[in-house]
C-alpha cells in the first residue's frame, strides 16, 4: 500500500503538541501521595526498588497551596532493602515503608541551633529496648529495665557517629507489635546500610533539626519509586 500524504500542518500540530507535553513539568512528589499526614512539612524518603539500599530523603514545606523542597541529600535504607512496615519481622534488617509521625529527636551532642523539636541527650544509661518480653519494648529506657535484656537493646551512647543526632520514626511506637520491629530512626550515616534506619549525612541531619517545626506536623513518608511499596501510597 502507498502510504498516506500527512500535511506539513499536521506534522507540525502533532509537533508541537509533544513538545508541550515533554515540557510540561512534573507535580512535586508530595502532591501525588495519598497522605502527607495532615501538616505542612513532610520529609520522603525513596528508594529505586524494595531490594535497594541507597536511595534520597527530601524535606518540603508547604507554602502557598504548593509543596516547595527546602533540601535533599542521599540517603541509606536497611541492608536487606524495605518492606511493608505493616508486615514488617523485627530482625530482619529492612527498613519499613509507610507514613509516620516524627515523636521527639534525640542525640550524643547538643541540639543544633534553632532546634525546636523535643530533643533528649544520650547519656551513659540510655537505652532504647527492643526485646519483645520487655515491658518497655520500643521504648528508651533510662537506665535500662530489669526485663529488658542487654543483648536485646541498645546501648545508644555506643553508637556516637549515627546518633549524633536522630529523629524517633513512630513506626509500631504507639501500640507496640511485638516482633514487628524496634528502634527505628533517621539518624546520620554509619559506614553503610542501616538496620532499618533511614540515614543521612550529619550535615543534612543538622538541617532536617533546624528546619522541622512540631507546631507544623512534620510526618516521615518511606517507600518506592513504583509498585506495592510506592511512596504514593501512603
Known amino acids: 500500500m502507498r502510504p498516506r500524504r500527512v500535511s506539513v500542518a499536521v506534522l507540525v500540530s502533532l509537533s508541537l503538541l509533544s513538545l508541550g507535553t515533554a515540557q510540561r513539568p512534573a507535580s512535586p512528589l508530595p502532591e501525588r501521595m495519598a497522605d502527607t499526614g495532615g501538616g505542612t512539612q513532610l520529609i520522603t524518603a525513596v528508594a529505586a526498588r524494595t531490594g535497594s539500599t541507597t536511595g534520597t530523603v527530601t524535606w518540603w514545606d508547604r507554602k502557598g497551596g504548593r509543596w516547595v523542597a527546602a533540601g535533599s541529600a542521599k540517603a541509606r535504607f536497611g541492608a536487606n532493602g524495605l518492606t511493608e512496615g505493616t508486615t514488617r519481622k523485627q530482625g530482619t534488617n529492612t527498613t519499613p515503608t509507610g507514613l509516620y509521625g516524627l515523636p521527639y529527636a534525640f542525640g550524643i551532642e547538643a541540639a543544633p541551633s534553632g532546634t525546636r523539636s523535643p530533643y533528649r541527650r544520650v547519656r551513659q544509661n540510655s ?63 554509619g559506614r553503610g546500610a542501616t538496620a532499618g534506619c533511614v540515614s543521612v549525612p550529619k550535615s543534612a541531619m543538622r538541617a532536617i533539626l533546624r528546619w522541622a517545626s512540631p507546631a507544623r506536623a512534620p510526618h516521615l513518608a518511606i517507600g518506592t519509586t513504583g509498585g506495592r511499596t510506592a511512596i504514593t501510597r501512603y
Not at 137 to 142: A, C, G, Q, V
Open 127 to 189: 537505652w532504647w529496648c527492643q526485646d519483645n518480653g520487655s515491658r518497655v519494648y520500643n521504648r528508651w529506657t533510662e537506665p535500662r529495665a530489669a526485663d529488658c535484656r542487654a543483648s536485646q537493646a541498645e546501648h545508644l551512647i555506643t553508637y556516637r557517629t549515627q546518633y549524633a543526632h536522630a529523629l524517633v520514626v513512630d513506626f509500631n511506637y504507639r501500640r507496640p507489635v511485638r516482633g514487628r520491629g524496634a528502634g527505628i530512626f533517621l539518624h546520620v550515616n
